[in-house]
Every structure is written in structure tokens, then in C-alpha cells.
């Protein structure tokens, strides 16, 4: 497996723009997590799914951001309209859930800048 | 979700065994301890789990005492590309947050030649 590709690597978009990030998991992993990484925030949890429903959404900064996942194999985060402190690297990771064993991978992130 | 407290930077020279220690004194009984490395510009990736006891695998080592309020992981003889930030996350194991990961600020280690 090619592990969690997230697309695109980079985006460059202006103030008011909406802008989608997507995600492939892993085939077979059923938890999907969305994080949002900056230097003085850190890592941050913003929403994650289970069998493609969302679970928990409490670390979703606002109503401008949103996410789906439509089937197993597919997820995205939409930004809109999208802030210039929304800029960050965006990570999406899977896992699937055998007993306690817990490892989740995680993608090349995508690196967000709103200007 | 049982908060925890690790150093914000460590030093090592190559070569030098490095422990690295995690505290969490709220810990219940159904959680569990999982450490991630993350390199710059890349996502975390996880390292080591562990419940109590000693856990070893090919890359570092994970001590946990009986009372299981904290942790430490052991990296080996580390070298210069073991320079990475680590976090430690303790996973709540049952109920709605059920091994949910919550990252903190992480230990950013510096090797040095």
C-alpha cells in the first residue's frame, strides 16, 4: 500500500478563497483523523470518523471549516471562505482497530498558505 | 483524557543513550501509552506502545512503572537522524474517546555530533 496520500502538497490561495484538501487512507482502515499543525498551536485534532461518520468534530475552529467522507476510500476538508490564520500544515491519518493495537499513519501533510 | 507533561527540548550527543520522560498522574486504568516521532515536514509516526511494564521493539524501548503515572521512552546509541520532535499520548481505551490520538507539545531532541 502507497500509505495516506493527501493532495495537494502545497496550496497558495488568497483571503476569501475556498480551498479543499483531500485524503486517500490506507485501504482496510477504518478511523480517519484530520490534524492542523502550527508552531504555536501545535498539533490539533480537528475532526475524525469512523467507518466514514464523522465522531467527533469539537476541534473544528469555526463554521467555515467542514469535512466529508463520502466512502472508505476517500475524504476531504473544505475551507470556506478561507483566513489568512488558516494557514498551517493539514495532516490526515488512518488506522484500523485490532484489540488495543493502535497505530495510526499519517500523510505528507499538505502545506496551506493564505495570503 | 489524562493530560501529559514531557521536557520541551533535549540534547544528546551521537552515540548516547536518551530517555526521554512522560508524565501523566491521571491516568485510568483502561488507557494505554503510545509514543510518536515526528521529523521536520513530515507527519508523526509511531513509535512504541505499551500498557505497564517494559515493551522493546527494534527501534526504542518504553518503561512503565507499576503506578503507570509516567513513562519513559529509551532511544539507543541514537544518531544524528534520530533529531525529531517525540510525543508521548495517552489513548483513553473505552468509552466515546477510545483511543482517540491528542497530541501535545512534544519533546523536540537534538542530536549533536
Known amino acids: 500500500d502507497a500509505g495516506v496520500i493527501q493532495s495537494p502538497r502545497h496550496e497558495v490561495t488568497e483571503m476569501g478563497q475556498e480551498v479543499t484538501l483531500r485524503c486517500k487512507p490506507i485501504?482496510?482502515?477504518?478511523?480517519l483523523f484530520w490534524y492542523r499543525q502550527t508552531m504555536m498551536r501545535g498539533l490539533e485534532l480537528l475532526i475524525y470518523?469512523?467507518?466514514?461518520?464523522?465522531?467527533?468534530d469539537s476541534g473544528m475552529p469555526e463554521d467555515r471549516f467542514s469535512a466529508k467522507m463520502p466512502n472508505a476510500s476517500f475524504s476531504t476538508l473544505k475551507i470556506q471562505p478561507s483566513e489568512p490564520r488558516d494557514s498551517a500544515v493539514y495532516f490526515c491519518?488512518?488506522?484500523?482497530?485490532?484489540?488495543?493495537?493502535?497505530?495510526?499513519?499519517f500523510g505528507q501533510g499538505t502545506r496551506l498558505t493564505v495570503v | 483524557l489524562a493530560k501529559t507533561t514531557q521536557p520541551i527540548s533535549m540534547d544528546s550527543y551521537e552515540g548516547q543513550e536518551v530517555n526521554i520522560t512522560c508524565s501523566h498522574n491521571?491516568?485510568?486504568?483502561?488507557?494505554?501509552i503510545t509514543w510518536y516521532q515526528q521529523f521536520p515536514s513530515q507527519g508523526p509516526r509511531f513509535i512504541i506502545q505499551?500498557?505497564?511494564t517494559k515493551v522493546t521493539n527494534e527501534v526504542a524501548s518504553l518503561f512503565i512503572p507499576a503506578d503507570r503515572k509516567s513513562s519513559t521512552l529509551s532511544l539507543p546509541r541514537v544518531s544524528l537522524s534520530d533529531t525529531a520532535v517525540y510525543y508521548c499520548l495517552v489513548l483513553e481505551g473505552s468509552g466515546a474517546g477510545s483511543y482517540q490520538l491528542t497530541f501535545g507539545k512534544g519533546t523536540k531532541l537534538s542530536v549533536i555530533p
Open positions: 485501504s482496510g482502515h477504518d478511523y
Open positions: 505499551g500498557y505497564k
Open positions: 470518523f469512523n467507518n466514514n461518520v464523522p465522531i467527533d
Open positions: 491519518a488512518s488506522r484500523t482497530q485490532q484489540g488495543t493495537y493502535t497505530e495510526a499513519f
Open positions: 491521571n491516568i485510568a486504568t483502561n488507557d494505554y
